[in-house]
């Protein structure tokens, strides 16, 4: 490497994306920042994939401040991941959002690797929870005609499951016992279009939870297996 090349600042043109955008993101509302650095109050907890093709706020049109976001890998919700747990219990607990949202996306590289099962390493074990999800499934898996239908709902079937996680965390069973008004969502983002697609799981109770999952699984066929 060059001496040019090192005393070259590093990543110099994604500094220079970031002056034009604050530039204009003030242009647009003066006094955006300063409002930033006052407080933090959003509505919304946003729990997604790290694919860097699905950009939370943007698909919702929502400026930072407006959505808190947590992503992994496949959207994954695991009772035993700090990380998720603690974001997910600061959202609740200290921000007071008032939706979860759990969004997949069609095309997941990580849904597509856990159902090929071929080994990619460490994240292997992360994927491990898909493929629970597959097993658990299989049978209605198994009547879709090719791999690229399977992957898609094998999308929406993660995210029905996470959901499901979310709600059995003790920071969501302990806001609805305290009455506390925290509904849970389960969407999955089309890449191709743009476009969500609700999976009409919204629940602010456990019991109103199991019947939105029951029938979200009845809508894929008679013979999905029951919760």
Same mark, same amino acid.
């Given at each position: @490497?060059?001496?040019?090349?090192?005393? @070259?600042?590093?990543?110099?043109?994604?500094?220079?994306?970031?002056?034009?955008?604050?530039?204009?993101? =003030?242009?647009?509302?003066?006094?955006?920042?300063?409002?930033?650095?006052?407080?933090?109050?959003?509505?919304?907890?946003?729990?997604?994939?790290?694919?860097?093709?699905?950009?939370?706020?943007?698909?919702?049109?929502? @400026?930072?401040?407006?959505?808190?976001?947590? *992503?992994?890998?496949?959207?994954?919700?695991?009772?035993?991941?700090?990380?998720?747990?603690?974001?997910?219990?600061?959202?609740?607990?200290?921000?007071?959002?008032?939706?979860?949202?759990?969004?997949?996306?069609?095309?997941?590289?990580?849904?597509?690797?856990?159902?090929?099962?071929?080994?990619?390493?460490?994240?292997?074990?992360?994927?491990?929870?898909?493929?629970?999800?597959?097993?658990?499934? *299989?049978?209605?898996?198994?009547?879709?005609?090719?791999?690229?239908?399977?992957?898609?709902?094998?999308?929406?079937?993660?995210?029905?499951? =996470?959901?499901?996680?979310?709600?059995?965390?003790?920071?969501?069973?302990?806001?609805?016992?305290?009455?506390?008004?925290?509904?849970?969502?389960?969407?999955?983002?089309?890449?191709?279009?743009?476009?969500?697609?609700?999976?009409?799981?919204?629940?602010?109770?456990?019991?109103?939870?199991?019947?939105?999952?029951?029938?979200?699984?009845? *809508?894929?066929?008679?013979?999905?297996?029951?919760?």
């Amino acid at each position: @490497m060059s001496q040019a090349a090192l005393t @070259m600042p590093p990543l110099k043109h994604l500094i220079g994306n970031n002056r034009r955008w604050a530039e204009a993101i =003030q242009a647009e509302r003066p006094g955006f920042f300063q409002q930033l650095t006052a407080q933090q109050s959003p509505r919304y907890l946003w729990i997604g994939c790290s694919d860097s093709r699905v950009p939370a706020n943007e698909i919702v049109d929502l @400026m930072p401040g407006e959505l808190f976001v947590h *992503r992994n890998v496949a959207n994954v919700v695991v009772h035993t991941d700090l990380n998720c747990l603690s974001v997910l219990q600061y959202a609740v607990d200290v921000l007071k959002v008032e939706h979860v949202i759990v969004v997949g996306h069609y095309g997941c590289g990580g849904v597509r690797a856990a159902w090929q099962a071929k080994p990619l390493g460490l994240v292997d074990n992360w994927l491990r929870h898909v493929q629970d999800v597959a097993e658990r499934h *299989r049978e209605l898996l198994a009547q879709l005609p090719d791999e690229h239908a399977i992957t898609d709902r094998l999308c929406e079937l993660n995210v029905i499951e =996470q959901v499901r996680h979310v709600a059995r965390t003790t920071i969501v069973q302990d806001a609805w016992a305290r009455g506390q008004p925290v509904t849970l969502h389960g969407w999955v983002y089309a890449l191709d279009n743009g476009l969500v697609n609700d999976l009409k799981l919204a629940a602010d109770t456990q019991a109103a939870l199991e019947a939105n999952l029951r029938a979200a699984l009845a *809508r894929y066929d008679a013979a999905a297996p029951s919760l």
